[in-house]
C-alpha cells in the first residue's frame, strides 16, 4: 500500500526535498524544496555536519509544513561502487546469497567493510539459457551507517536508501520512448550516463565531472569571488552563452571572452576556463559512447537526451550534438509522476528532482550492517518470543486434556468400584472354584504317573486269539512300555504272511515287522515255519487306555 515519505537527495551544493508517495508504480508528488546545503556539510556523500545540516533541515521542513518523518535517502558517492553482471536464474529470494557468495569476484575489496545490494535490470530467456542481468552495487558500510545516525538525530524512520544512479535509472526508463538512447544526466558533482533500450538498462556509467566543475571554474575567475557566487551561478543559468555552441572548444573559449568583453559586469571574465572545464566532461562522454559502440556495435544509439542540473546551460544541447555527431535534445519532463492538485507543474524544475523522485520506484534498499543485526536480533527475539507463547499455549492444552483424561480416569474408578462391591458374592464362588480346579489338577497328574500301555494287554491278546490263523501258535511273548513281539509258528509261509495282515489289522498296534523267519521239517515229515513280530503301541491304543 502506497504511503508519503520524504525523498531527500543531499547534495554539496543544494539539497532537495519531495513529500511524494512510496511504494507505487506513479506515484504523486505533494510538496517539494530546494535549500543551500550548509557549507562542507557533505563530502563525496558523506554527511560530515550533521547538525548543521539537520538544523537546516528542520527549518526548511518546518517553513514547508513537512511533518513526515518516514524518508528515503538516495545517495551520491564515488565511493559506491557498480557492476553489470549476469547470473543464472534463480527463484528471487537467492538472488542475494548467489550474489554475495560472487561479490569478492566482482569487487576486489575487504567485503566485510562493504554492503552489497542489486537491482535486477533484465530476464534474459533464449532457447540456449535463463539468466539474470543484474545492476550489483558495493557501498561502504559506514557511508550508510553515517545516514542512519543522520536519520537518529533528525528523529527519521528510514524506509529505504538508495543510489542516485538507480534511482535516475528508474524514473528514465518510464519515458515513452521505444528507442535506444543514451541519457546524460549532469547533476552537480557527477555526470551519470544511461544507455537504455526499451527500459532495459544496457550500460551504466558515472564521470567524475558535473556542474560544480564549471561553477568553480566561474568562481576562480578573475572577476568572480567567493561574495559574488550566487550571482555567477545566476548568471551561468541565465545567461546565454551562446559560444557552447561553438565548433571546437577553442572557438567556444574565444567566444565566451568576447561576451565577458562585451559586458564588463559578467562572471565569466575568462571563458577558456569553463571551456576546459566542459572539455573533460565532454571528452569523457565521447569515450564512454566509444567503447558502448564497440561492446553492443548491432545496437546503435539513436539519440542522446541531456538532462540533470548541467541540461539548464544554454547552449549545451549543440555542443554535445556538433562533439559527438548525434542528435541531441533536452529531457526536462518526466512521465513517471503525477503532480498533485494545487502545484504548478511549469513553475517546477523536474530536471533537478530525478534522484528524489526516483528513489521512490525501485530503491536498492542499502541497510547498514549495525541495522541487519538489530533486525536480526528482533527476528530472533519474536520467534523465541512466539516459541515461549506456542510452547505456553502446547502447555495449556496438554495440562487441559491432562485434566479432562484425570476426571474421565476417576469417574470410571468409582463405576469400577461400584461394580466391585456388587460382585462381592462371587468372590466366595471363585475362590471354591479355583481350590476344587486345584485339587483335580493334581489328581489328573497323579493319575497319569499311574497309567500302563499294558493295561489293556488282556484285551489285546483276546483279539489276537481271536484273529490269528488256526495253525498259528505263538510261543514266547515279550512286553514291554511301548509294545511287544512275538514268536510264532505256523505250518506255511503263506500263513505267516497272512498273520502279518491279521496283526496289521488290531486296533492299538502299529509298526508291524517280522524280525526274523526260520523253515523247519520235524521226524515225521512236517514242516513248520518259525518267525518273530516285533509291534509297538499306537497312539490310538494310549487315547484308548486313558480314562
Known amino acids: 500500500m502506497a504511503k508519503r515519505v520524504l525523498s531527500i537527495d543531499i547534495g554539496v551544493i543544494h539539497t532537495r526535498v519531495c513529500e511524494i508517495d512510496y511504494g507505487k508504480k506513479t506515484p504523486h508528488l505533494y510538496k517539494c524544496i530546494t535549500f543551500p546545503t550548509p557549507e562542507n556539510a557533505i563530502e563525496d556523500g558523506y554527511i560530515r555536519d550533521k547538525q548543521a545540516l539537520a538544523a537546516v533541515l528542520r527549518k526548511e521542513l518546518e517553513a514547508a509544513a513537512m511533518k513526515l518523518t518516514d524518508v528515503v535517502f538516495t545517495i551520491s558517492s564515488g565511493r559506491i561502487a557498480n557492476r553489470e553482471v549476469i547470473i543464472p536464474l534463480v527463484k528471487e529470494r537467492l538472488i542475494q546469497p548467489v550474489v554475495e557468495a560472487g561479490a569478492q569476484e566482482y569487487f576486489?575489496?575487504?567485503?566485510?567493510?562493504?554492503?552489497?545490494?542489486?537491482?535486477?535490470?533484465?530476464?534474459?530467456?533464449?532457447?540456449e539459457t535463463r539468466r539474470f542481468k543484474l545492476l550489483l552495487l558495493a557501498a561502504p558500510n559506514n557511508l550508510i551507517k553515517n545516514y542512519y545516525s543522520f536519520a537518529e538525530v533528525m528523529h527519521f524512520t528510514i524506509l529505504a536508501i538508495d543510489y542516485t544512479g538507480n534511482s535516475s535509472f528508474q524514473l528514465l526508463k518510464r519515458q515513452a520512448d521505444e528507442s535506444i538512447r543514451c541519457i546524460i544526466q549532469i547533476n552537480e558533482q557527477s555526470t551519470l550516463l544511461h544507455v537504455?533500450?526499451?527500459?532495459?538498462?544496457?550500460?551504466?556509467?558515472?564521470?567524475?565531472?558535473?556542474?560544480?566543475?564549471?561553477?568553480?571554474?566561474?568562481?576562480?575567475?578573475?572577476?568572480?569571488?567567493?561574495e559574488k557566487e550566487e550571482e555567477s551561478i545566476e548568471e551561468l543559468y541565465k545567461n546565454k552563452p551562446d559560444n557552447l555552441q561553438a565548433d571546437s572548444f577553442l572557438e567556444a573559449a574565444?567566444?565566451?571572452?568576447?561576451?565577458?568583453?562585451?559586458?564588463?559586469?559578467?562572471?565569466?571574465?575568462?571563458?577558456?576556463?569553463?571551456?576546459?572545464?566542459?572539455?573533460?566532461?565532454?571528452?569523457?562522454?565521447?569515450?564512454v559512447l566509444d567503447y558502448y559502440n564497440s561492446k553492443f556495435p548491432e545496437k546503435r544509439i539513436e539519440k542522446i537526451h541531456i538532462t540533470g542540473q548541467g541540461?539548464?546551460?544554454?547552449?549545451?544541447?549543440?555542443?554535445?550534438?556538433?562533439?559527438?555527431?548525434?542528435?541531441?535534445?533536452?529531457?526536462?519532463?518526466?512521465?513517471?509522476?503525477?503532480?498533485?492538485k494545487g502545484m504548478n507543474r511549469e513553475d517546477i524544475d523536474q530536471r533537478a528532482y530525478m534522484s528524489a523522485i526516483g528513489a521512490v520506484l525501485k530503491p536498492i534498499g542499502f541497510v547498514s550492517k549495525d541495522m541487519k543485526e538489530k533486525e536480526a536480533k528482533k527476528s530472533n527475539l519474536g520467534i523465541l518470543l512466539l516459541t515461549v507463547i506456542a510452547s505456553l499455549l502446547i502447555s495449556v492444552v496438554l495440562i487441559t486434556v491432562s485434566a479432562i483424561s484425570l476426571q474421565s480416569s476417576k469417574a470410571e474408578k468409582r463405576?469400577?468400584?461400584?461394580?466391585?462391591?456388587?460382585?462381592?458374592?462371587?468372590?466366595?464362588?471363585?475362590?471354591?472354584?479355583?481350590?476344587?480346579l486345584k485339587?483335580?489338577?493334581?489328581?489328573?497328574?497323579l493319575y497319569s504317573l499311574t497309567v500302563s500301555k499294558n493295561e489293556q494287554l488282556n484285551k489285546l491278546i483276546a483279539e489276537l486269539e481271536e484273529k490269528l490263523p488256526s495253525s498259528a501258535v505263538v510261543s514266547a511273548m515279550a512286553v514291554t512300555e511301548t509294545g511287544l513281539s512275538m514268536n510264532i509258528t505256523t505250518n506255511n509261509k503263506i500263513s505267516a504272511a497272512k498273520l502279518y495282515l491279521q496283526l496289521s489289522h488290531i486296533d492299538g498296534l502299529c509298526d508291524i515287522s517280522i524280525a526274523s523267519i526260520a523253515e523247519s521239517e520235524d521226524d515225521n515229515g512236517i514242516k513248520m515255519v518259525t518267525f518273530a513280530v516285533n509291534c509297538q503301541y499306537s497312539s490310538e491304543a494310549e487315547a484308548a487306555k486313558a480314562p
Not at 576486489?108 to 532457447?127: A, F, H, M, Q
Not at 527500459?199 to 568553480?216: D, F, W
Not at 463405576?415 to 476344587?436: D, H, M, N, R
Open 311 to 340: 541540461s539548464k546551460l544554454k547552449g549545451i544541447s549543440p555542443l554535445f550534438q556538433r562533439e559527438t555527431g548525434y542528435e541531441v535534445q533536452i529531457l526536462d519532463r518526466f512521465l513517471a509522476v503525477i503532480f498533485h
Open 439 to 445: 485339587d483335580y489338577k493334581s489328581i489328573a497328574d
Open 108 to 127: 576486489p575489496v575487504d567485503l566485510s567493510e562493504y554492503i552489497i545490494s542489486y537491482s535486477i535490470l533484465e530476464r534474459i530467456n533464449t532457447k
Open 254 to 287: 574565444v567566444t565566451v571572452e568576447g561576451l565577458a568583453g562585451q559586458n564588463p559586469d559578467s562572471p565569466f571574465e575568462n571563458g577558456e576556463v569553463i571551456t576546459d572545464a566542459l572539455q573533460y566532461l565532454i571528452s569523457n562522454v565521447i569515450r
Open 415 to 436: 463405576e469400577l468400584e461400584a461394580q466391585i462391591k456388587t460382585l462381592t458374592p462371587v468372590e466366595g464362588v471363585f475362590t471354591e472354584y479355583s481350590s476344587a
Open 196 to 226: 537504455i533500450d526499451h527500459g532495459t538498462l544496457l550500460l551504466q556509467r558515472t564521470i567524475p565531472y558535473g556542474t560544480n566543475t564549471v561553477i568553480e571554474a566561474v568562481l576562480e575567475s578573475k572577476s568572480a569571488g567567493q
